[in-house]
């Protein structure tokens, strides 16, 4: 069965249910699929890291010995608890995760079926399949067993993963400071792990502060595409002047044309998705705040916001990928491509009255 709505996948790691025998996560961030795993491990055995109730496969122990995964399946806990089955699948060649996959759903097809230890829990901790997988297609069909896709995080996932790691340190921050930290951080779920737990140790384990946009500054630094984001936000403001300068700026710091074309289509993207909240039914600051606004910016993105229409959107879109291709062409004067991008973007917006 395919569990995809983020409460029955809670449900589910939280109480997985008693007649399913397996569970298969899987997705583009690892990071994502190895904290859910932590999370079901956790509810399955008294302790993941213990050897006599859990065995930890990976894919080279599959290649080493095919048999072993089906072994460790069929064997009863050494403790008489619950035996937990992990495999973890990381291959990269492509030869090499056909095999994985082929052996992880074959063992599978046995193991949902009850014909090795039909008290023990097999978890299959995967990369990013593809419709073709058999692992896959074995998971997703079987009643005993829950597939999981995981998908890159919200901006709310960030937020509720900063919030949470925070308070195990009785640290916190306040809103305006939560959405700047958000907005600021990596994708990946390890990474932005990693820069959570820095930032704790930065604001000061056990001090049960509340950190300011002011407290953060000193360790965010600058950002980097800083002239960049501005001449974004300026061109999409209908303030042509300042977005070739800004441009321009960023080109004397280093930023390349592409980079340039990249932060457009960024800022871009911020609208759209505020714009597609707000069609649902969201206010617009919560809307901006939700699409990674920083609180300095918001008075400015709100009136641009209120000015741009998703239709007027879906009319530049085409203009940044042309954009895009050109700057990447051999010997293409990117930076100029990417102020005439800009310019373009700008009159557009004279044009909707900003």
């Known amino acids: 069965m395919i569990l995809s709505r983020r409460p029955d996948i809670e449900r589910f790691l939280s109480r997985p249910d008693a007649g399913v025998r397996a569970a298969l996560i899987y997705g583009r961030d690892i990071g994502v699929v190895r904290d859910r795993g932590h999370q079901l491990a956790g509810k399955l055995v008294p302790n993941p890291d213990d050897p006599f109730d859990v065995a930890l496969l990976t894919e080279q122990d599959l290649a080493d010995d095919a048999a072993r995964l089906e072994g460790e399946l069929a064997a009863q806990s050494l403790m ?35 014909e090795l230890n039909p008290d023990a829990f097999f978890l299959i901790e995967a990369g990013n399949l593809g419709k073709d997988s058999a692992l896959r297609k074995t998971a997703e069909k079987a009643n005993e067993a829950a597939a999981i896709p995981c998908y890159e995080d919200e901006p709310g996932d960030v937020a509720r993963l900063v919030k949470e790691t925070l308070a195990r340190d009785h ?20 990474v932005a792990r990693q820069e959570i737990e820095r930032l704790a140790l930065y604001i000061g384990p056990g001090s049960n502060k509340v950190a300011s946009p002011a407290d953060l500054e000193p360790f965010l630094g600058v950002e980097p595409e800083a002239s960049l984001f501005d001449a974004a936000s300026d061109a999409f403001g209908g303030r042509l002047g300042e977005a070739q300068a800004g441009l321009r700026r960023a080109a004397q710091e280093g930023e390349s044309g592409p980079a340039a074309v990249r932060a457009i289509g960024m800022h871009l993207g911020k609208l759209r998705r505020t714009l597609t909240l707000a069609k649902a039914g969201a206010g617009l600051p919560e809307a901006a705040k939700a699409s990674g606004v920083f609180w300095k910016q918001e008075r400015e993105f709100l009136r641009q916001a209120r000015a741009w229409t998703l239709d007027d959107l879906d009319g530049v879109q085409p203009l940044i990928l042309d954009a895009d291709r050109a700057c990447k062409t051999a010997g293409s004067p990117d930076r100029l491509i990417a102020e005439r991008l800009a310019l373009t973007v700008a009159s557009k917006a004279k044009r909707l009255g900003l």
Request: proline share 4%; glycine share 8%.
């Open 80 to 114: 008489g608890g619950r035996r937990l089955v992990r495999l973890r699948l990381a291959t990269q060649t492509p030869a090499a995760e056909k095999a994985a996959d082929k052996l992880a759903a074959e063992a599978l097809v046995r193991h949902v079926a009850g």
């Open 171 to 190: 640290v916190s921050l306040n809103q305006d400071a939560l959405n700047l930290f958000v907005a600021r951080m990596p994708k990946e779920r390890g």
